[in-house]
């Protein structure tokens, strides 16, 4: 079983952008409770199954195969609960470290969300000028939760 430490912020502008076309991905959840996902995602025409445990200190374990692309598609047309998130993922590379910035579309396009992986909890990285706020333990941004809640219905949600 793998360590995921990971964290998340907010992108503003669009400094970050390269010739990095991306990748398509769509992504849903087959169950979840707080903390706890179990996913399926179509990365171009790659499936995969994930599973995650809750986080403690921006560090989760995470087991993740990959599956047919068949029943990545099939899995995501019949079996997600709450929906499923569509986006595109770019790899921007800052002072050696590869940032994931996801540019969201459907009912969460205008959102875009940078994260890193790191090898230790307390590793220094850069902070790249196109970041705003830290989103890490925020469980708004957490995909799971943008696939049943998307930023679209955040007006309503708070009204």
């Known amino acids: 079983m793998a360590l995921e430490i990971e964290r998340r912020f907010l992108v503003h502008g669009s400094e970050w952008r390269g010739d990095d076309p991306g990748v ?3 992504q849903g959840y087959l169950a979840s409770r707080p903390g706890l996902t179990w996913r399926v995602r179509l990365a171009g025409r790659r499936g995969f199954m994930t599973v995650k445990t809750p986080p403690v200190n921006a560090v989760r374990h995470e087991v993740e195969v990959e599956i047919p692309e068949g029943h990545a598609r099939h899995l995501l047309d019949t079996a997600c609960v709450g929906g499923w998130i569509d986006k595109i993922r770019r790899a921007v590379t800052v002072a050696g470290h ?3 910035v996801d540019e969201f579309a459907g009912a969460n396009a205008g959102l875009v969300l940078a994260e890193i992986e790191l ?4 590793q220094f990285f850069m902070l790249p000028s196109w970041l705003g706020a830290e989103v890490t333990g ?3 941004y957490s995909n799971s939760n943008l696939a049943r ?3 679209a219905l955040w007006g309503e949600l708070a009204a």
Do not use: E, G, V
């Not at 090898?119 to 307390?122: A, E, K, L, V, W």
């Open 119 to 122: 090898s230790h909890p307390d």
């Open 98 to 100: 590869i940032w994931h």
């Open 138 to 140: 925020d469980r708004r």
């Open 24 to 26: 398509p991905i769509r």
């Open 149 to 151: 809640r998307p930023i």
